[in-house]
């Protein structure tokens, strides 16, 4: 913690847990240091769900773009009054003024965190403004690409040959990017020294990028269209590689070569790779640079002017700028994703979709920071209160990792030790604290934290026990509802049988007319809305067409149960109609019944002696 050298055996489990429980108070330390008299503060938050445990992780900005982290805890679970709780015990056991000072917040776009901000708003008496991640969109352009490109590759694989697996849901061009991954990194099925060693031979992954293929792990937002690219530009090497070295050995391998060799899934690999050039790698680098949230409106409104009017045919076939105004590098891999090939009006018709797709995300997503958006143009006074937020909230996720790294190497550890840990680390607290201070002040620091250290350990017991707690009302609430759920299914279900049993089961659209004779508007409503839930949820019948019975008229209810009438009823099904429309036919037999009472589930049995109707069976569904 000093940067003094240790010499002997390694300290205790018991004496480890109390160093860091004192680092935690060093880092208390600093951050009260660093926050002192600090205005316009901003709050990042974020969370994470890892071995069934849920993460929160809260930081503070100030106007000089500084950014700390104030720690991670663990929540009964994910609601906005359990971000809230985090934020206020975090910033509280820093310094009570924290909370008074924050007038930002930047997170990603998670539904809960609109909540989040307006308890933080009622919590601290001041305007808050929502900022939301500037490269948090990447992630939806990701997926509405991938989208966009499983339309377009309907049909490209023939039938009888085998090809990547794809997920459900997913495009076949993700499916090949994940089948070259496993090439590259997968020890079992993979060739991660073989295939690699032939590309370095013939040029590749040399200079300043020496990495072939980035796995498919962790960095989402722009994973999808590099490596899109990459098997792009080693399509024929990869096929070289199998038709001249080594020979397909198992269906990883047949299924890569097979998609290659075929060439179908060409135009829309070389479009992502394309989109990454012009769009995704730069938005990447450009956000890698400090800016303020504010100072993003500009630039998103001239990339945004600049996708509009961009002509797919100008990019496929050579360009040398991106969508945002930056020299393009000039590699490899751009002169083979925009050297013209039999698959360039395929590759322009994609690239052109995909272009809409994204410019579609960012209307809808930075739309406070476009024009007419509420941040598009900043007073004065809205500028001085932004200054510390800047345009993301990486850095959370960055912590998270660190996090990650310190617990896969202690599996069994604490994970307040873990925590307490990270912070120190993250915060950079000998370097940029203790390494300043004088033999004295740095004696002083270590005194106030070993006083301070028996209050962390038992204020980190105590909300273990509260968390223990917590955890346990919210089963007993799940669990109670449930029970509301199920008894209301199975009300729910005992109506529909009444109401069948009363009436009938109505087979023909002719009897359907005769029984509508006799009943008003409303009688007429409830008894076909209970046809047709008995036929769709019961007989399990079912109908291409799907009508909003709770607001259908009479005539459309009908034309639906007339439809669902003509629908077989499957042979399991058959003999529970059969008893329906004869309920006496069931008197005399034997049962046996499953009760779930307070003391657990209890079986009965009995005979059937009797059926009851009740008197009105007109319920209203």
């Known amino acids: 913690m000093t940067d003094g050298k240790f010499d002997g055996k390694l300290p205790s489990k018991s004496t480890q847990s109390r160093i860091a429980s004192e680092m935690e108070s060093v880092s208390n330390q600093y951050l009260q240091e660093e926050l002192k008299g600090k205005k316009n503060l901003t709050v990042k938050y974020d969370g994470t769900t890892k071995s069934g445990r849920h993460l929160v992780e809260v930081e503070i900005s100030t106007d000089e773009q500084k950014t700390y982290s104030l720690g991670i805890v663990e929540t009964a679970g994910g609601t906005a009054n359990d971000y809230v709780e985090s934020i206020q015990e975090m910033t509280q056991k820093v310094d009570s003024n924290i909370m008074g000072e924050i007038r930002n917040t930047m997170t990603d776009r998670c539904t809960v965190n609109g909540a989040v901000d307006r308890e933080l708003e009622k919590l601290t008496g001041n305007n808050i403004n929502s900022f939301r991640c500037a490269v948090h969109p990447l992630d939806t352009i990701h997926k509405q690409c991938a989208k966009k490109v499983k339309e377009h590759e309907e049909g490209i694989w023939a039938d009888g040959v085998k090809y990547p697996y794809s997920n459900r849901g997913e495009c076949k061009s993700q499916s090949m990017i994940r089948a070259v991954?496993?090439?590259?990194?997968?020890?079992?099925?993979?060739?991660?020294?073989?295939?690699?060693?032939?590309?370095?031979?013939?040029?590749?992954?040399?200079?300043?990028?020496?990495?072939?293929?980035?796995?498919?792990?962790?960095?989402?937002?722009?994973?999808?269209?590099?490596?899109?690219?990459?098997?792009?530009?080693?399509?024929?090497?990869?096929?070289?590689?199998?038709?001249?070295?080594?020979?397909?050995?198992?269906?990883?391998?047949?299924?890569?070569?097979?998609?290659?060799?075929?060439?179908?899934?060409?135009?829309?690999?070389?479009?992502?790779?394309?989109?990454?050039?012009?769009?995704?790698?730069?938005?990447?680098?450009?956000?890698?640079?400090?800016?303020?949230?504010?100072?993003?409106?500009?630039?998103?409104?001239?990339?945004?002017?600049?996708?509009?009017?961009?002509?797919?045919?100008?990019?496929?076939?050579?360009?040398?700028?991106?969508?945002?105004?930056?020299?393009?590098?000039?590699?490899?891999?751009?002169?083979?994703?925009?050297?013209?090939?039999?698959?360039?009006?395929?590759?322009?018709?994609?690239?052109?979709?995909?272009?809409?797709?994204?410019?579609?995300?960012?209307?809808?997503?930075?739309?406070?920071?476009?024009?007419?958006?509420?941040?598009?143009?900043?007073?004065?006074?809205?500028?001085?209160?932004?200054?510390?937020?800047?345009?993301?909230?990486?850095?959370?996720?960055?912590?998270?990792?660190?996090?990650?790294?310190?617990?896969?190497?202690?599996?069994?550890?604490?994970?307040?030790?873990?925590?307490?840990?990270?912070?120190f680390k993250v915060n950079k607290v000998r370097e940029n604290f203790l390494a300043k201070k004088t033999k004295e002040e740095k004696a002083a620091i270590i005194t106030q934290a070993t006083k301070e250290g028996r209050k962390v350990r038992e204020k980190d017991r105590e909300r273990g026990r509260m968390l223990v707690r917590t955890m346990n009302e919210k089963l007993k609430e799940s669990r109670r509802l449930l029970e509301n759920r199920e008894i209301n299914k199975r009300e729910e279900k005992e109506k529909v049988f009444e109401s069948i049993i009363h009436h009938g089961v109505w087979e023909t659209q002719e009897q359907i007319d005769n029984e509508l004779e006799h009943l008003n508007k409303t009688k007429s409503i409830a008894a076909l809305k209970a046809q047709i839930k008995f036929r769709q949820d019961i007989l399990s019948c079912k109908t291409n067409e799907k009508l909003a019975v709770t607001k259908a008229t009479v005539e459309q209810l009908k034309a639906h149960l007339v439809e669902l009438t003509q629908i077989e009823v499957d042979e399991e099904k058959s003999t529970l109609l059969e008893i329906v429309k004869e309920p006496k036919s069931i008197i005399n037999f034997n049962f046996n019944q499953k009760w779930g009472t307070e003391n657990g589930d209890k079986m009965c049995s009995g005979i059937i002696t009797g059926i009851v109707e009740k008197e009105d069976q007109d319920t209203e569904f």
């Open 181 to 423: 991954d496993k090439l590259f990194h997968d020890s079992g099925s993979g060739l991660p020294k073989d295939l690699p060693h032939f590309l370095r031979d013939k040029g590749f992954g040399t200079g300043e990028n020496s990495t072939l293929f980035p796995r498919w792990v962790g960095n989402r937002f722009n994973i999808f269209f590099v490596d899109a690219g990459l098997v792009y530009l080693y399509n024929e090497h990869i096929q070289e590689f199998f038709a001249k070295y080594m020979k397909p050995r198992n269906d990883l391998h047949i299924s890569v070569n097979n998609a290659l060799k075929g060439g179908e899934i060409l135009p829309t690999l070389r479009a992502l790779g394309l989109i990454d050039k012009y769009v995704t790698g730069p938005w990447m680098k450009w956000q890698a640079t400090n800016h303020s949230i504010l100072e993003t409106n500009d630039t998103f409104e001239e990339v945004l002017a600049n996708i509009s009017s961009c002509d797919p045919w100008d990019v496929i076939l050579g360009f040398n700028t991106s969508a945002f105004g930056t020299p393009v590098n000039a590699d490899v891999k751009l002169n083979k994703l925009t050297a013209s090939t039999e698959h360039d009006a395929k590759t322009a018709e994609v690239f052109g979709v995909l272009l809409e797709e994204i410019k579609d995300v960012m209307q809808r997503q930075l739309a406070d920071h476009l024009p007419g958006g509420k941040f598009h143009q900043p007073s004065a006074a809205l500028r001085e209160e932004a200054a510390s937020c800047g345009s993301n909230n990486i850095s959370g996720e960055r912590v998270f990792s660190h996090y990650d790294a310190k617990e896969n190497r202690a599996k069994s550890a604490n994970p307040e030790k873990i925590e307490k840990k990270t912070v």
